[in-house]
Protein backbone atom coordinates (compact mmCIF):
# COMPACT_ATOMS: atom_id res chain seq x y z
CA UNK A 1 0.00 0.00 0.00
CA UNK A 2 1.36 3.44 -0.77
CA UNK A 3 -0.20 5.69 1.72
CA UNK A 4 -1.30 5.27 5.56
CA UNK A 5 -3.20 7.73 7.60
CA UNK A 6 -1.28 9.82 10.13
CA UNK A 7 -0.35 8.61 13.41
CA UNK A 8 -2.98 9.33 15.82
CA UNK A 9 -5.66 9.20 12.55
CA UNK A 10 -8.49 6.89 12.37
CA UNK A 11 -11.31 5.64 9.81
CA UNK A 12 -14.79 5.21 10.32
CA UNK A 13 -15.34 2.90 8.23
CA UNK A 14 -19.54 1.88 7.01
CA UNK A 15 -18.98 -1.15 9.09
CA UNK A 16 -18.97 1.41 12.66
CA UNK A 17 -20.66 4.07 10.90
CA UNK A 18 -24.35 3.25 12.38
CA UNK A 19 -22.66 3.12 16.22
CA UNK A 20 -21.37 6.79 15.52
CA UNK A 21 -24.20 8.17 14.69
CA UNK A 22 -26.43 6.65 17.60
CA UNK A 23 -23.89 8.24 19.50
CA UNK A 24 -24.19 11.78 17.40
CA UNK A 25 -28.01 11.62 17.24
CA UNK A 26 -28.10 10.66 21.07
CA UNK A 27 -26.93 14.13 22.05
CA UNK A 28 -28.44 15.95 19.41
CA UNK A 29 -31.69 14.79 21.07
CA UNK A 30 -30.76 14.99 24.22
CA UNK A 31 -29.66 18.89 23.66
CA UNK A 32 -32.64 19.74 21.52
CA UNK A 33 -34.64 18.54 24.77
CA UNK A 34 -32.38 20.78 27.04
CA UNK A 35 -33.03 23.75 24.26
CA UNK A 36 -29.45 23.98 23.40
CA UNK A 37 -29.01 25.07 19.11
CA UNK A 38 -26.50 24.17 17.00
CA UNK A 39 -23.40 26.52 16.45
CA UNK A 40 -20.29 25.53 13.75
CA UNK A 41 -16.93 27.57 13.86
CA UNK A 42 -14.18 26.95 11.85
CA UNK A 43 -11.63 24.21 12.50
CA UNK A 44 -8.57 26.87 12.48
CA UNK A 45 -8.25 30.02 14.40
CA UNK A 46 -5.72 32.02 15.04
CA UNK A 47 -3.43 30.57 17.06
CA UNK A 48 -3.52 33.55 19.74
CA UNK A 49 -6.90 32.38 20.73
CA UNK A 50 -5.90 29.31 22.24
CA UNK A 51 -2.95 30.69 23.95
CA UNK A 52 -5.14 33.28 25.54
CA UNK A 53 -8.32 30.96 26.24
CA UNK A 54 -6.30 27.39 27.17
CA UNK A 55 -3.68 28.90 29.03
CA UNK A 56 -0.12 29.57 27.74
CA UNK A 57 1.31 27.04 30.43
CA UNK A 58 -1.42 24.22 29.65
CA UNK A 59 -0.30 21.20 28.58
CA UNK A 60 -2.64 21.63 25.48
CA UNK A 61 -0.40 25.25 24.24
CA UNK A 62 2.89 23.98 25.31
CA UNK A 63 2.89 20.64 23.83
CA UNK A 64 -0.36 19.77 21.83
CA UNK A 65 -1.48 22.15 18.65
CA UNK A 66 -1.12 21.87 15.42
CA UNK A 67 -0.05 25.45 14.45
CA UNK A 68 1.36 26.33 11.37
CA UNK A 69 1.75 29.80 9.24
CA UNK A 70 -0.55 30.19 5.87
CA UNK A 71 0.89 31.96 3.43
CA UNK A 72 -0.03 34.89 4.07
CA UNK A 73 2.28 34.80 7.50
CA UNK A 74 -0.41 34.03 9.80
CA UNK A 75 -0.10 31.76 12.80
CA UNK A 76 -3.27 29.60 13.41
CA UNK A 77 -4.14 26.61 15.11
CA UNK A 78 -6.43 23.05 14.43
CA UNK A 79 -8.57 23.93 17.25
CA UNK A 80 -7.25 21.97 20.20
CA UNK A 81 -10.98 22.35 22.00
CA UNK A 82 -14.24 24.09 20.86
CA UNK A 83 -14.88 26.16 23.79
CA UNK A 84 -12.40 29.34 22.82
CA UNK A 85 -13.97 29.09 19.35
CA UNK A 86 -17.61 29.26 20.18
CA UNK A 87 -16.58 32.28 22.66
CA UNK A 88 -15.36 34.27 20.12
CA UNK A 89 -18.04 33.51 17.38
CA UNK A 90 -20.40 34.12 20.61
CA UNK A 91 -18.94 37.55 20.53
CA UNK A 92 -18.20 38.32 17.07
CA UNK A 93 -21.71 37.60 15.80
CA UNK A 94 -22.70 40.20 18.53
CA UNK A 95 -24.60 36.88 20.43
CA UNK A 96 -23.88 38.41 23.89
CA UNK A 97 -26.62 41.49 22.94
CA UNK A 98 -28.93 38.48 22.11
CA UNK A 99 -30.33 38.72 25.56
CA UNK A 100 -30.75 35.46 28.09
CA UNK A 101 -28.64 33.07 28.08
CA UNK A 102 -27.35 31.15 24.65
CA UNK A 103 -27.32 27.64 25.10
CA UNK A 104 -25.21 26.39 22.25
CA UNK A 105 -23.88 23.04 21.20
CA UNK A 106 -21.65 21.38 18.74
CA UNK A 107 -19.71 18.59 17.21
CA UNK A 108 -16.41 18.31 15.06
CA UNK A 109 -13.45 17.07 14.91
CA UNK A 110 -10.68 18.58 16.81
CA UNK A 111 -6.81 17.98 17.19
CA UNK A 112 -4.00 17.29 19.41
CA UNK A 113 -0.38 16.36 19.08
CA UNK A 114 -0.90 13.86 22.11
CA UNK A 115 1.11 10.71 22.29
CA UNK A 116 -1.82 8.43 20.51
CA UNK A 117 -2.89 5.19 22.89
CA UNK A 118 -6.16 3.74 23.29
CA UNK A 119 -8.87 5.97 23.58
CA UNK A 120 -5.96 9.51 22.72
CA UNK A 121 -5.92 10.73 19.41
CA UNK A 122 -4.46 12.90 17.36
CA UNK A 123 -7.78 13.74 15.70
CA UNK A 124 -10.81 13.01 17.41
CA UNK A 125 -14.84 14.22 17.71
CA UNK A 126 -16.39 15.65 20.32
CA UNK A 127 -19.85 16.84 20.94
CA UNK A 128 -20.36 19.81 23.53
CA UNK A 129 -22.76 22.48 24.54
CA UNK A 130 -21.80 25.40 26.15
CA UNK A 131 -24.44 27.67 28.08
CA UNK A 132 -23.81 31.11 28.24
CA UNK A 133 -25.60 34.24 30.59
CA UNK A 134 -25.80 32.63 34.15
CA UNK A 135 -23.74 31.86 37.03
CA UNK A 136 -26.66 29.93 39.01
CA UNK A 137 -25.16 26.56 39.29
CA UNK A 138 -28.74 24.97 38.56
CA UNK A 139 -27.50 26.05 34.60
CA UNK A 140 -24.40 23.12 36.19
CA UNK A 141 -26.64 21.13 37.15
CA UNK A 142 -28.48 20.63 33.67
CA UNK A 143 -25.82 20.52 31.82
CA UNK A 144 -24.61 17.48 33.61
CA UNK A 145 -27.79 16.02 34.15
CA UNK A 146 -27.93 16.11 30.52
CA UNK A 147 -24.46 14.10 29.56
CA UNK A 148 -25.59 11.64 32.25
CA UNK A 149 -28.77 11.67 30.29
CA UNK A 150 -27.38 11.31 26.81
CA UNK A 151 -25.21 7.98 28.38
CA UNK A 152 -27.99 6.24 30.00
CA UNK A 153 -30.12 6.44 26.99
CA UNK A 154 -26.92 4.79 25.39
CA UNK A 155 -27.02 1.91 27.91
CA UNK A 156 -24.36 3.18 30.31
CA UNK A 157 -25.83 1.86 33.41
CA UNK A 158 -23.39 3.31 36.08
CA UNK A 159 -22.30 6.62 35.13
CA UNK A 160 -19.87 7.97 37.24
CA UNK A 161 -19.96 11.84 37.90
CA UNK A 162 -17.00 13.61 39.83
CA UNK A 163 -17.05 17.41 40.64
CA UNK A 164 -15.19 19.47 42.44
CA UNK A 165 -14.98 23.53 42.98
CA UNK A 166 -11.64 25.08 41.59
CA UNK A 167 -13.10 28.06 42.94
CA UNK A 168 -12.93 31.72 41.85
CA UNK A 169 -9.99 33.94 41.65
CA UNK A 170 -10.31 35.21 45.54
CA UNK A 171 -10.20 31.40 46.50
CA UNK A 172 -7.22 30.55 44.64
CA UNK A 173 -4.96 33.21 45.85
CA UNK A 174 -4.80 31.77 49.11
CA UNK A 175 -4.80 28.00 47.64
CA UNK A 176 -2.23 28.86 45.24
CA UNK A 177 0.20 30.01 48.53
CA UNK A 178 -0.60 27.03 50.64
CA UNK A 179 -0.33 24.41 47.65
CA UNK A 180 2.79 26.23 46.50
CA UNK A 181 4.41 25.83 49.69
CA UNK A 182 3.55 22.48 49.94
CA UNK A 183 4.94 21.95 46.78
CA UNK A 184 7.89 24.00 47.01
CA UNK A 185 9.28 21.35 49.55
CA UNK A 186 9.14 18.47 47.59
CA UNK A 187 11.14 20.39 45.10
CA UNK A 188 14.10 17.87 44.94
CA UNK A 189 11.56 15.72 43.21
CA UNK A 190 10.96 18.09 40.67
CA UNK A 191 12.37 19.46 37.28
CA UNK A 192 12.91 23.10 36.95
CA UNK A 193 10.25 22.81 34.09
CA UNK A 194 7.74 21.30 36.40
CA UNK A 195 8.46 23.86 38.80
CA UNK A 196 8.27 26.79 36.34
CA UNK A 197 4.95 25.31 35.64
CA UNK A 198 3.30 24.58 39.13
CA UNK A 199 4.37 28.69 39.91
CA UNK A 200 2.52 29.27 37.04
CA UNK A 201 -0.92 27.19 38.19
CA UNK A 202 -0.14 24.95 41.22
CA UNK A 203 -3.19 23.25 40.71
CA UNK A 204 -1.76 21.45 37.58
CA UNK A 205 -0.06 18.99 40.24
CA UNK A 206 -3.57 17.22 40.45
CA UNK A 207 -2.99 16.55 36.92
CA UNK A 208 0.62 15.26 36.88
CA UNK A 209 0.38 11.69 36.08
CA UNK A 210 4.09 11.35 37.34
CA UNK A 211 2.82 11.40 40.74
CA UNK A 212 0.82 8.66 42.74
CA UNK A 213 -2.90 9.48 44.23
CA UNK A 214 -1.39 9.13 47.64
CA UNK A 215 1.47 11.74 47.03
CA UNK A 216 -1.51 13.89 46.17
CA UNK A 217 -3.81 12.84 48.88
CA UNK A 218 -0.99 14.45 51.32
CA UNK A 219 -1.62 17.92 49.47
CA UNK A 220 -3.61 20.88 50.60
CA UNK A 221 -7.21 20.69 49.16
CA UNK A 222 -8.95 23.50 46.92
CA UNK A 223 -12.04 22.79 49.14
CA UNK A 224 -10.67 23.66 52.09
CA UNK A 225 -10.15 27.24 51.14
CA UNK A 226 -13.04 28.34 48.45
CA UNK A 227 -14.59 31.72 49.72
CA UNK A 228 -17.43 31.60 50.58
CA UNK A 229 -19.45 32.85 47.69
CA UNK A 230 -17.57 29.76 45.85
CA UNK A 231 -18.58 27.35 48.91
CA UNK A 232 -22.50 28.32 48.41
CA UNK A 233 -22.03 27.79 44.88
CA UNK A 234 -20.39 24.24 45.01
CA UNK A 235 -22.79 23.47 48.02
CA UNK A 236 -25.65 24.64 45.73
CA UNK A 237 -24.41 22.45 42.80
CA UNK A 238 -24.11 19.57 45.08
CA UNK A 239 -27.78 19.85 46.53
CA UNK A 240 -29.26 20.43 43.13
CA UNK A 241 -27.24 17.71 41.67
CA UNK A 242 -28.90 15.22 44.47
CA UNK A 243 -32.69 16.58 43.80
CA UNK A 244 -32.67 15.55 40.44
CA UNK A 245 -31.21 12.18 41.71
CA UNK A 246 -27.78 12.45 39.55
CA UNK A 247 -25.36 10.43 41.77
CA UNK A 248 -21.68 12.19 42.31
CA UNK A 249 -18.96 12.03 44.37
CA UNK A 250 -17.33 14.97 45.33
CA UNK A 251 -13.12 14.50 43.73
CA UNK A 252 -11.00 16.61 45.70
CA UNK A 253 -8.44 16.41 43.35
CA UNK A 254 -10.00 17.05 39.73
CA UNK A 255 -8.61 20.60 38.69
CA UNK A 256 -8.82 19.79 34.86
CA UNK A 257 -5.87 21.14 32.50
CA UNK A 258 -7.63 24.19 31.03
CA UNK A 259 -6.78 27.59 32.29
CA UNK A 260 -10.49 29.12 31.73
CA UNK A 261 -12.06 27.24 34.57
CA UNK A 262 -13.21 28.82 37.34
CA UNK A 263 -15.95 26.96 40.00
CA UNK A 264 -17.28 23.94 38.82
CA UNK A 265 -15.06 21.31 37.17
CA UNK A 266 -16.64 17.97 36.52
CA UNK A 267 -15.76 14.66 34.81
CA UNK A 268 -18.10 11.95 33.63
CA UNK A 269 -17.00 7.95 33.19
CA UNK A 270 -19.10 5.33 32.26
CA UNK A 271 -18.51 2.37 34.78
CA UNK A 272 -16.51 -0.34 34.14
CA UNK A 273 -15.46 -0.31 30.20
CA UNK A 274 -14.20 3.36 30.58
CA UNK A 275 -13.05 3.36 33.73
CA UNK A 276 -9.33 4.46 32.88
CA UNK A 277 -10.27 7.56 30.90
CA UNK A 278 -13.27 10.33 31.21
CA UNK A 279 -15.84 10.10 28.72
CA UNK A 280 -16.90 14.09 29.17
CA UNK A 281 -15.09 16.63 30.53
CA UNK A 282 -16.45 20.55 31.67
CA UNK A 283 -17.08 23.21 33.95
CA UNK A 284 -17.29 26.77 34.83
CA UNK A 285 -15.98 29.33 33.32
CA UNK A 286 -17.39 32.93 34.16
CA UNK A 287 -14.18 35.02 33.06
CA UNK A 288 -13.46 33.85 29.40
CA UNK A 289 -15.82 35.93 27.86
CA UNK A 290 -14.59 38.93 29.53
CA UNK A 291 -11.12 38.03 28.53
CA UNK A 292 -11.64 37.62 25.10
CA UNK A 293 -13.02 41.24 25.09
CA UNK A 294 -16.96 40.78 25.97
CA UNK A 295 -18.41 42.02 28.62
CA UNK A 296 -18.84 39.65 32.15
CA UNK A 297 -20.89 36.93 31.52
CA UNK A 298 -20.55 33.44 33.50
CA UNK A 299 -20.53 30.30 31.36
CA UNK A 300 -19.99 26.84 31.58
CA UNK A 301 -19.68 24.12 29.25
CA UNK A 302 -18.92 20.57 28.80
CA UNK A 303 -17.59 18.17 26.40
CA UNK A 304 -17.45 14.42 25.40
CA UNK A 305 -15.16 12.09 23.74
CA UNK A 306 -17.08 10.63 20.56
CA UNK A 307 -14.19 7.95 20.28
CA UNK A 308 -13.98 6.89 24.09
CA UNK A 309 -17.88 6.67 24.00
CA UNK A 310 -18.23 4.72 20.93
CA UNK A 311 -15.27 1.84 22.16
CA UNK A 312 -16.92 1.92 25.63
CA UNK A 313 -20.30 1.77 24.33
CA UNK A 314 -21.90 -1.42 26.63
CA UNK A 315 -22.45 -4.31 24.41
CA UNK A 316 -26.96 -3.90 24.53
CA UNK A 317 -26.12 -0.73 22.39
CA UNK A 318 -23.01 -1.99 20.13
CA UNK A 319 -24.75 -4.05 17.42
CA UNK A 320 -26.97 -1.76 15.80
CA UNK A 321 -29.52 -4.15 13.35
CA UNK A 322 -28.34 -4.45 9.89
CA UNK A 323 -30.94 -2.38 7.34
CA UNK A 324 -30.69 -3.39 4.19
CA UNK A 325 -31.81 -1.38 1.12
CA UNK A 326 -35.49 -1.34 0.42
CA UNK A 327 -35.20 -1.98 -3.23
CA UNK A 328 -32.35 -3.40 -5.31
CA UNK A 329 -31.98 -2.75 -8.85
CA UNK A 330 -30.93 -5.20 -11.41
CA UNK A 331 -29.71 -4.38 -14.80
CA UNK A 332 -30.14 -7.19 -17.30
CA UNK A 333 -27.14 -5.58 -19.22
CA UNK A 334 -25.44 -2.66 -19.64
CA UNK A 335 -28.43 -1.22 -22.16
CA UNK A 336 -30.91 -1.18 -19.53
CA UNK A 337 -29.11 1.14 -17.39
CA UNK A 338 -31.24 4.12 -18.66
CA UNK A 339 -34.20 2.70 -17.30
CA UNK A 340 -32.96 1.03 -14.42
CA UNK A 341 -31.46 4.94 -13.45
CA UNK A 342 -35.66 5.66 -14.50
CA UNK A 343 -36.62 2.74 -12.13
CA UNK A 344 -34.48 3.81 -9.24
CA UNK A 345 -36.13 7.00 -9.33
CA UNK A 346 -39.25 6.13 -9.12
CA UNK A 347 -39.01 3.22 -6.10
CA UNK A 348 -36.87 6.04 -4.58
CA UNK A 349 -40.00 7.96 -3.70
CA UNK A 350 -41.12 4.49 -1.12
CA UNK A 351 -37.88 3.55 0.11
CA UNK A 352 -34.17 2.92 -0.03
CA UNK A 353 -32.73 2.24 -3.60
CA UNK A 354 -29.06 0.40 -4.61
CA UNK A 355 -28.51 0.62 -8.30
CA UNK A 356 -26.35 -2.33 -9.14
CA UNK A 357 -24.05 -1.33 -12.30
CA UNK A 358 -21.82 -3.49 -11.71
CA UNK A 359 -21.90 -5.49 -15.06
CA UNK A 360 -22.49 -8.65 -13.49
CA UNK A 361 -24.81 -11.95 -14.35
CA UNK A 362 -28.37 -11.20 -13.50
CA UNK A 363 -28.29 -14.39 -11.04
CA UNK A 364 -24.75 -12.87 -9.63
CA UNK A 365 -26.79 -9.52 -8.81
CA UNK A 366 -29.73 -11.51 -7.37
CA UNK A 367 -27.93 -12.98 -5.01
CA UNK A 368 -26.29 -9.72 -4.06
CA UNK A 369 -30.09 -8.16 -3.59
CA UNK A 370 -30.11 -11.15 -0.73
CA UNK A 371 -26.63 -11.03 0.27
CA UNK A 372 -27.53 -6.73 1.10
CA UNK A 373 -31.00 -8.11 2.67
CA UNK A 374 -33.02 -5.73 0.13
CA UNK A 375 -36.59 -6.55 0.69
CA UNK A 376 -37.42 -5.83 -2.43
CA UNK A 377 -35.35 -7.20 -6.18
CA UNK A 378 -36.59 -5.22 -9.32
CA UNK A 379 -34.92 -7.06 -12.63
CA UNK A 380 -34.83 -4.13 -15.39
CA UNK A 381 -34.21 -5.09 -18.98
CA UNK A 382 -33.45 -2.91 -21.95
CA UNK A 383 -36.15 -3.36 -23.84
CA UNK A 384 -39.31 -5.41 -22.29
CA UNK A 385 -42.44 -3.78 -21.07
CA UNK A 386 -42.45 -4.92 -17.80
CA UNK A 387 -39.64 -5.33 -15.14
CA UNK A 388 -39.74 -8.50 -12.63
CA UNK A 389 -40.54 -7.75 -8.80
CA UNK A 390 -39.26 -10.35 -6.51
CA UNK A 391 -40.52 -9.42 -3.03
CA UNK A 392 -37.70 -11.19 -1.14
CA UNK A 393 -39.17 -10.77 2.22
CA UNK A 394 -42.85 -11.90 1.15
CA UNK A 395 -41.23 -14.59 -1.24
CA UNK A 396 -43.50 -13.45 -4.05
CA UNK A 397 -42.64 -12.48 -7.19
CA UNK A 398 -44.79 -10.90 -10.44
CA UNK A 399 -43.81 -8.95 -13.65
CA UNK A 400 -45.12 -5.16 -13.57
CA UNK A 401 -45.95 -2.86 -16.62
CA UNK A 402 -43.18 -0.06 -16.44
CA UNK A 403 -45.41 2.64 -16.47
CA UNK A 404 -47.73 0.56 -13.48
CA UNK A 405 -44.42 0.42 -11.72
CA UNK A 406 -44.88 3.76 -9.20
CA UNK A 407 -48.54 2.10 -8.24
CA UNK A 408 -47.47 -1.74 -7.73
CA UNK A 409 -44.40 -0.12 -5.42
CA UNK A 410 -47.19 1.99 -3.71
CA UNK A 411 -49.97 -0.85 -3.26
CA UNK A 412 -47.20 -2.92 -2.06
CA UNK A 413 -45.96 -0.92 0.59
CA UNK A 414 -49.40 -0.67 1.95
P1 LIG B 1 -10.99 17.99 27.40
O1 LIG B 1 -11.31 18.97 26.31
O2 LIG B 1 -9.55 17.69 27.55
O3 LIG B 1 -11.69 18.36 28.66
O4 LIG B 1 -11.63 16.61 26.93
C1 LIG B 1 -13.00 16.38 26.90
C2 LIG B 1 -13.23 14.98 26.39
O5 LIG B 1 -12.71 14.86 25.07
C3 LIG B 1 -12.51 13.90 27.17
O6 LIG B 1 -13.28 13.47 28.25
C4 LIG B 1 -12.35 12.81 26.13
O7 LIG B 1 -13.52 12.05 26.02
C5 LIG B 1 -12.16 13.59 24.86
N1 LIG B 1 -10.73 13.71 24.52
C6 LIG B 1 -9.84 14.62 24.94
N2 LIG B 1 -8.64 14.43 24.38
C7 LIG B 1 -8.75 13.35 23.57
C8 LIG B 1 -7.86 12.64 22.70
N3 LIG B 1 -6.61 13.01 22.51
N4 LIG B 1 -8.35 11.58 22.01
C9 LIG B 1 -9.64 11.20 22.16
N5 LIG B 1 -10.52 11.83 22.96
C10 LIG B 1 -10.09 12.88 23.65
Known amino acids: MKYTRPRGTHDITPLEIARWQ ?68 YLENGMHRWGGIQRLCYEGPMFRYDRPQAGRY ?11 GSASPALDVEIIQLVVEALRELGFTSVDVRVNSVGTEASRVRYRQVLLDAIESRRADLTEDALARYRHNPLRIFDA ?30 NMLASVAVPFTHDVQLVRGLDYYTRTVFEVYGGERSAQSALCGGGRYDTLVAEC ?13 LERIVEALPATSRTPEEVGPHYYVVCAGADAEARALQAARILREFGS ?62
Open 22 to 89: RVEHTFQRAFERYGYRGIRTPIFESTDLFVRAVGAQSDIVTKEMYTFTDRGGRSLTLRPENTASVIRA
Open 209 to 238: KEYSAAFKEQLPRISDYLVDDDRVHFDGVQ
Open 293 to 305: GGPDTPAIGMSAG
Open 122 to 132: RQFHQVGAEAI
Open 353 to 414: VELDVSGRSVKTQLEAAGKKKARVAVVVDAAGPEVAYHDLAARTDAKVGFAALREFALQSKK
